[in-house]
């Protein structure tokens, strides 16, 4: 059985790197995998794409980019978020042909890796790995709060507008043409993604089975807390609220300002620094000292800030998931976040951290105190934190549900 993995990147960015992980779990299972992307970070000889050091493919990628931009130019108020057109050309077809998978299984296809229009052409098996919400929406990849993607999207507040038929409702009306009879089973890593989808006007008719992104457990894993600490240049004598994404402050879906509020409501005699990756410096005062580690583009390092911290935060709006927090609990670290979206599937509330009130700072910063004031609950934590993580977001749990959901797409 030959897998073929369709994602924009390798590694770049959080939905690139839950998709090599996964591939990187069939392979380890026996599985004929290969991963096709527009972006190549790796080295791995089953990741097929072109080189990104390369000038020339560095004047493809900003043509690629430039296009795929193109059609937002007419939106001034547009969101941060991203918004993905699907417009370029990308000549992904003819690989997949030379490839000749059994199954192709969908990541993250947007910025001009994968026309809505091409999946018509594949005849073969689909499986949908659904990391966002842009397979049912008519282009953006969370809809802040915005429903209108259960009817046929328009007036969409990621872009900003006011009008009805804007530039969602043009790529939903090209959604709804290409989505029809597929070969289609969908696989959203969360059960808020199932329930969402459900409720889309574009694909609540396909089959659906949930399987959680994984992590590897033989890197993130506990290091010792004081060597972390000395290798990170971080304090030994405070207790440590860590806290990071990319774009960890400026991206407002990651929640920094509802950390912020929880951070000036702390009032306990217990030294604390907040430690933030992803980010090079704040812009808003913390009221109590903190480090910034920059962008950690390794998981020995990324494994290293988890160990070295108390408690991991995870303050988001809507996430698909939350790979920080699965990344963070099998460093042995406890997660604090709000009961919201994919982080439900993940921490139990009172057992492996503390799921907040949405969107109440002063209950994260009950949650954050809750976790940190109690050592013999920390260590209980702490344990558990690490159990979930082996029993239910392994790369051998994940290979297993693929392996199987492939064998009875295939008979």
């Not at 009805?164 to 290409?178: F, G, I, M, Y």
């Not at 951070?263 to 812009?283: C, E, H, M, Y």
């Not at 991991?312 to 604090?336: D, H, L, N, R, Y």
Request: net charge positive; aromatic share 10%; glycine share 8%.
């Amino acid at each position: 059985m030959k897998v073929l993995h369709l994602n924009t990147s390798d590694i770049d960015g959080g939905a690139a790197r839950g998709a090599y992980w996964m591939h990187t779990a069939l392979k380890r299972a026996g599985l004929d995998s290969h991963m096709l992307v527009a972006e190549k970070y790796t080295n791995d000889d089953t990741v097929i794409g072109p080189k990104t050091i390369t000038g020339g493919q560095k004047i493809l990628n900003g043509i690629r980019q430039t296009v795929e931009y193109w059609p937002l130019k007419g939106y001034p108020h547009k969101s941060p978020g991203m918004f993905a057109p699907a417009v370029y050309p990308n000549p992904v077809i003819k690989h997949i042909q030379e490839i000749n998978p059994d199954i192709i299984n969908l990541h993250w296809v947007g910025f001009g890796l994968l026309r809505p229009e091409y999946l018509k052409t594949f005849a073969r098996p689909i499986v949908w790995t659904l990391r966002d919400m842009w397979s049912f929406t008519g282009g953006c990849c969370y809809t802040e709060g915005c429903n209108r993607y259960q009817q046929a999207c328009g007036r969409c507040p990621v872009l900003g507008s006011n009008r009805e038929n804007d530039l969602s409702r043009k790529v939903w009306r090209r959604k709804h043409a290409a989505w029809q009879g597929l070969d289609l089973t969908l696989a959203p890593i969360s059960q808020w993604l199932a329930d969402c989808a459900g409720k889309s006007s574009l694909l609540k008719d396909y089959p659906m089975q949930v399987i959680p992104n994984a992590v590897d457990t033989d890197i993130f894993r506990p290091i010792d807390k004081g060597a972390a600490r000395q290798i990170l240049q971080l304090p030994q004598d405070e207790k440590i609220i860590l806290f990071g994404a990319l774009s960890a402050t400026t991206d407002k879906r990651k929640g920094f300002s509802h950390l912020v509020a929880a951070l000036k409501q702390l009032n306990t005699p217990l030294p604390l620094r907040a430690v933030i990756f992803g980010a090079d410096k704040v812009s808003m005062s913390l009221d109590l000292p903190y480090t910034c580690l920059g962008r950690l583009n390794d998981d020995i390092t990324l494994a290293m800030a988890y160990s070295a911290a108390d408690v991991m935060v995870v303050p988001s709006i809507q996430e698909g998931f939350g790979k920080t927090a699965i990344e963070a609990m099998a460093c042995g670290t406890p997660v604090v976040s709000f009961d919201s979206t994919g982080l439900r599937d993940i921490v139990e509330h009172l057992q492996t951290g503390y799921r907040a009130e949405c969107f109440s700072s002063e209950d994260l910063a009950k949650g954050i105190l809750w976790t940190l004031e109690d050592e013999d609950r920390w260590q209980q934590l702490s344990k558990c934190a690490q159990h979930r993580v082996k029993t239910q977001f392994s790369f051998e749990v994940q290979a297993k549900k693929y392996s199987q959901l492939y064998q009875n797409l295939l008979k």
